[in-house]
Structures are given as C-alpha cells and as structure tokens.
C-alpha cells in the first residue's frame, strides 16, 4: 500500500485518479479548493479530504504531515483569450495555479518522499505545443515540463522520479468548458463544435479520463523505475 496525494481530486482527471488508486488499495489523500467536491470524489471510497490553494506556500505545506510515496500535482486551470486582450491578472492566475502549483506542491513532497517516490504531474498537450487562444496555459504547461524535465534531474540519485502525463481534450468539465467556448465564439452547434475541438486527434475523439489514468498509474508503478523526466502524451497520436 503506498501512501499518494493527489491536488485537484475533487473533479475531472483527478477524481478519476483518485477513485483508481483507491480501488486498488492505496492510502489516498485528495486536496483541492472546495470540499463538497472532494467529499463527493471519497463518497464510497477510503480518502482523506483536504482543503488547499496550490498557489498558498502556506496550505501547500499544511497537506504534507507526513511523508507521500507518490505525488499527483493535477491542479489546474485555463481560460481561452487572445493575448492582445488578456488582462494580467489572468496571465498572473493562470502561471499561479497551473505552473506556480505544480512546483508548491513538488518542493513539499521532496521534504519527506523516500527512495522508490514518484512524482508525476497532469501536465497537457499544451505542454509540448503552443494554440491560438491559450497563449498563458500554453506558457504554464510548457513551464511545468520544464520544471518536471530540470527536477528529474535533481532527484534520479535519490531513487525518486518526476514525469509528466500530456493529454489533449478530455472527456471532463474542463474539455466540454472548451467545447462550449468554441460553439458561442463561431456561433456553432456542439457537435460542430466539439469535431472542431478534437480535430487535431487522429482519432478524432475526446480522451476518456480512464485513459489518463492509465498513464499515471503506470508510472507510478515500479514497471516504470527507469522511466523519468518524460512527458507520456496521450493524444491518440495528436504529438
């Protein structure tokens, strides 16, 4: 039984993480900015719920009081704006939670993490490409490979790893958010919309959450001991 933290466990990608690793007998802690989400997540399963600002150094800290096996950092956001009209402070927010997060929330898990710890972060195809429209989520997750890639680094001779999953347009609130952006911009029906949206997949298809947590469980698992500093994109062939 390892001991795993997961951020952003209360929805999408994260909830279904969370629910696998569970089933399979972990000790699972989830985090994330609104409880009744996370309790929803746990309802049925063995969790711990917690409350936490992945950007907050503070609350960041507090999830950690004890040491994690393996660390999710799923947390995220993104808006759809064009750069000569993006406010800075959604610039600023959108580094804060994707990038910021990711290292607030690695930096507290090396603390404590032991040999054999896995550190993995939900990272995205806009990790390895940039897109009209989401020039700060592009620069964040570009941010987070980089971070993930330079820590990989840092910790191989303590026998831990940091990889990145890379999914394009999932199934979750987030991807259909993406959906309904794209059908009020072209005036657009959904189905139009969404065959717009994953046009780029050569599958031609939303991403199943189940399917990115395959990815993470995978390298969480000791089969991927030697796999580190790598961005596994699950894109059905998008990258």
């Keep these: 039984m390892k001991r795993v933290l997961i951020t952003g466990g209360g929805s999408g990608i994260g909830r279904a993480i969370a629910q696998d690793f569970a089933q399979a007998g972990n000790s699972v802690t989830i985090a994330g900015r609104r409880m009744a989400q996370l309790e929803e997540t746990a309802k049925g399963h063995k969790m711990q719920c917690k409350t936490v600002d992945v950007t907050d150094e503070g609350s960041v800290a507090d999830l ?12 995220g956001a993104g808006t759809a704006t064009q750069v000569a009209e993006m406010p800075l402070k959604e610039w600023n927010d959108t580094i804060a939670v994707n990038l910021t997060g990711t290292f607030l ?7 404590g993490m032991q040999p ?15 897109g009209a429209n989401i020039a700060a989520y592009a620069a964040a997750k570009h ?13 191989a001779r303590k026998g831990i790893t940091c990889n990145a999953v ?7 609130d987030m991807g259909q958010a993406a959906v309904t952006g794209v059908m009020k911009r072209l005036d657009i029906p959904r ?49």
């Design 105 to 111: 929330t690695f930096r507290a898990a090396l603390k």
């Design 191 to 239: 189905e139009k919309a969404e065959k717009m949206v994953v046009g780029g997949n050569p599958l031609r298809r939303m991403i199943q959450p189940e399917e990115v947590v395959a990815a993470a469980r995978f390298l969480a698992s000791e089969g991927a001991s030697m796999v580190n500093g790598h961005a596994m994109s699950v894109s059905g062939g998008e990258i």
């Design 116 to 130: 054999g710890g896995r550190l993995i972060a939900i990272a995205s195809i806009a990790s390895l490409k940039g």
């Design 166 to 172: 890379c999914p394009g347009f999932v199934d979750t």
């Design 64 to 75: 950690f009081d004890a040491p994690f096996d393996i660390v999710i950092a799923n947390a």
């Design 143 to 155: 941010g987070v490979l980089g971070l993930v890639r330079s820590l990989a680094v840092e910790v």
